[in-house]
């Protein structure tokens, strides 16, 4: 199975439309990512304010305009031009003052220890070179740097919600195209050992799942698939939060060490 990038290219202007797919990492998932990259960021005791951030493949700037409006410094890097102009947009729009630029995470276009933090939510399963991406954002992070990512394991469970339910199941599938590969997948020991060998100290993974045990859930699922109810309600009504489960998806944090 060949993931198909270029989806975000083409439906890609419609990030913030809440009844634009993409907008289902939105609704509660970005506020979870955020809410426990923050809790990290505490018991660090890093204050936002004043620190450089780096988003690795921003997309259309959720977590961009999370950190930003925290008061960190934040540059978004993305391949996809279409999602950068919808990104830029939407920050001007709301004032926010956040540089965006074209760039893949195995050759991220930034100086080297330029930023204090970085983080790399949905991204991971998706590049070509994962190793390759880590060592990069190693490179763009100071000393003691915080890195913060959010990924998809490589399990039963994963392959049932992201590839059957999502993309391949006629009657369930979200997306007409394929998103996601099953093969990348990254377990937390694989994602580890690589973290490892590029320069950082793993300090935590948790999981990142829905908290809402509502049996009506399936029915907003369905009614989401028919256009009754739109992509960032159906986010929200699922409370992403942090699980002590790793099973589905995953989030956590590392440290750049010094060289």
């Keep these: 199975m060949s993931i198909d990038n270029g989806v975000y290219d083409r439906i890609g202007s419609g990030w913030w439309d809440e009844d634009n797919p993409l907008n289902m990492l939105q609704g509660s998932m970005t506020p979870a990512r955020f809410d ?33 409006r925290a008061g960190v410094t934040v540059l978004g890097i993305d391949p996809s031009e279409v999602s950068l102009a919808t990104a830029r947009k939407h920050a001007e729009t709301n004032g926010l003052p956040i540089e965006y630029r074209t760039g893949f995470g195995e050759e991220l276009p930034v100086d080297d220890q330029a930023f204090d933090i970085a983080f790399c939510c949905d991204v991971l399963e998706h590049v070509s070179d994962l190793d390759k991406v880590i060592s990069e954002t190693a490179r763009a992070l100071k000393p003691g740097g915080l890195y913060f990512f959010d990924t998809i394991n490589r399990t039963w469970a994963a392959n049932l919600l992201m590839i059957k339910l999502m993309q391949d199941w006629r009657f369930t599938r979200v997306f007409d195209t394929a998103i ?7 377990t937390p020991n ?6 490892r060998r590029n320069g950082f100290v793993v300090c935590e993974f948790v999981g ?6 509502n049996p009506r859930i399936a029915i907003d699922f369905l009614r989401t698939r028919i256009g009754r ?11 992403f939060g942090k699980t002590k489960s790793t099973a589905a998806s995953y989030m956590g944090y590392a440290v750049r060490i010094a060289d």
């Design 190 to 195: 694989e994602l580890s050992e690589a973290l």
């Design 180 to 186: 996601h590969d099953p093969t990348m997948f990254i």
């Design 36 to 68: 426990y990259f923050a809790s990290v960021m505490r018991d660090h005791g890093r204050s936002p304010d004043g620190l450089r951030g780096l988003d690795v493949g921003c997309g259309g700037g959720f977590m961009s305009e999370r950190f930003a």
């Design 229 to 239: 109810l739109s992509f960032g309600e159906f986010s929200r009504r699922l409370h």
């Design 208 to 213: 990142l799942a829905p908290h809402t045990a």
